[in-house]
Nanobody
Framework: QLQLVESGGGLVQPGGSLRLSCAVSGDTLDKYAIGWFRQAPGKEREGISCISSLGGSINYGDSVKGRFTVSRDNANNTAYLQMNNLEPEDTGVYYC?????????????????????WGQGTQVTVSS
């Protein structure tokens, strides 16, 4: 059974940076794409990035393009989300999940249904 554990969240000022990690155990990471999602209070879960199993395909949601960078280290069963130039609107609980980066007409669908195993989430708060 896969287990995913996110870490690296915290409180940061606007314009700051954080690096989230997603440690996966129970199977080899290179079998799975990794998705990153976030959920702000009172809002639906939003897909923000997806990286394919070997890292050859990377997708971002429009709200984070140019600011966030996803990566993975299959040898260490860990994925990362580097978040730069953070904004108050980035506040929320961030989750990683294993599944598939399903695309339609060149666009990542960012659907949570395409991901089967999820971590417990890590809180990111962007505030001055």
């Amino acid at each position: 059974q896969l287990q995913l554990v996110e870490s690296g969240g915290g409180l940061v000022q606007p314009g700051g940076s954080l690096r989230l990690s997603c440690a996966v155990s129970g199977d080899t990471l290179d079998k799975y794409a990794i998705g990153w999602f976030r959920q702000a209070p009172g809002k639906e879960r939003e897909g923000i990035s997806c990286i394919s199993s070997l890292g050859g395909s990377i997708n971002y949601g429009d709200s984070v393009k140019g600011r966030f960078t996803v990566s993975r280290d299959n040898a260490n069963n860990t994925a990362y989300l580097q978040m730069n130039n953070l904004e108050p609107e980035d506040t929320g609980v961030y989750y990683c999940a294993t599944g598939a980066c399903v695309r339609l007409d060149g666009t990542w669908l960012a659907a949570a249904d395409h991901f089967a195993s999820w971590g417990q989430g890590t809180q990111v708060t962007v505030s001055s």
